[in-house]
């Protein structure tokens, strides 16, 4: 990516004016000879069909996170935490947030986190630190890594009218979204389909992407069975409306 367009895209998010997964997944996806990638694009199947402790801390902590509701959010991350999630766990999830709910929710999200940690270790609680994320793609690889990272995310290549009308953002979502957050292995890929599934269903009016990014959480290997209880998880959490949508939403995606 050249400097140009990385302070161009810099710009754009910073002030919150695109939202890069909801562009992305409300086009259509098309294969053509011209367009076609290598790489592996068939469902990556899983006979689970029980959520973890700590997928169900995820779908919460991106829906309150999402909702910008800090103190939900505090209970989401210490039930997280003390169900195994480790300090990186959480610090990715709402990193990846803000390619879907914006920076300020983002960056509020994290202080949020800290304040929690701090109050853990006060209270003599050890968090595992997890990993770090293994090499990343070098700038001028982001866009080829993403591209085949989106590819496989939704089965087929992505193209749309809109990706025509604003290329821009084509590249902004392959490069970035795609290439830079979708390449940190630190993080797998359920776990990153769950936090946005409940981010999106703390948003509203954003049900073709809810929809579009419950069908990638059965493409990355989550059962329907799985997607059926997030609901329960976030009408434990408080979060009813958003309960609400995702039922919706899993009602238009039913295999």
């Not at 490069?175 to 797998?188: E, K, Q």
């Not at 990638?216 to 209880?229: E, K, P, R, T």
């Amino acid at each position: 990516m050249n400097a140009a367009l990385g302070k161009a895209m810099r710009t754009a998010l910073a002030a919150g004016a695109v939202s890069l997964a909801s562009l992305c997944t409300a086009a259509e996806a098309t294969t053509s000879p011209e367009t076609r990638i290598e790489t592996r694009t068939e469902p990556m199947t899983t006979q689970d069909t029980t959520l973890t402790r700590q997928q169900s801390a995820i779908v919460s902590i991106g829906a309150v996170a999402a909702a910008g509701n800090m103190a939900k959010l505090n209970s989401a991350l210490q039930e997280g935490l003390d169900g195994g999630l480790t300090v990186n766990d959480c610090r990715e999830v709402l990193v990846q947030l803000y390619a879907y709910a914006g920076f300020p929710r983002s960056l509020n999200a994290l202080g949020e986190l800290m304040k929690v940690l701090d109050e853990r270790r006060k209270r003599g609680v050890k968090d595992a630190e997890g990993a770090l994320p293994g090499k990343l793609p070098a700038a001028d690889q982001a866009l080829a890594v993403g591209t085949a990272n989106q590819t496989r995310l939704t089965g087929a290549p992505v193209k749309g009218a809109v990706f025509d009308f604003a290329p821009a953002i084509d590249q902004y979502l392959k490069a970035h979204l795609f290439g830079d957050i979708f390449a940190r292995d630190n993080l797998d890929w359920k776990s990153r389909e769950l936090a946005t599934v409940g981010a999106l269903a703390a948003l509203t009016d954003v049900s073709p992407q809810l929809q579009s990014h419950l069908r990638i959480s059965m493409n990355v290997g989550l059962s329907y069975a799985q997607l059926q209880q997030l609901p329960q998880v976030l009408e434990r959490q408080g979060e009813p409306e958003a309960a609400s949508r995702l039922t919706a939403a899993l009602a238009a995606t039913r295999p």
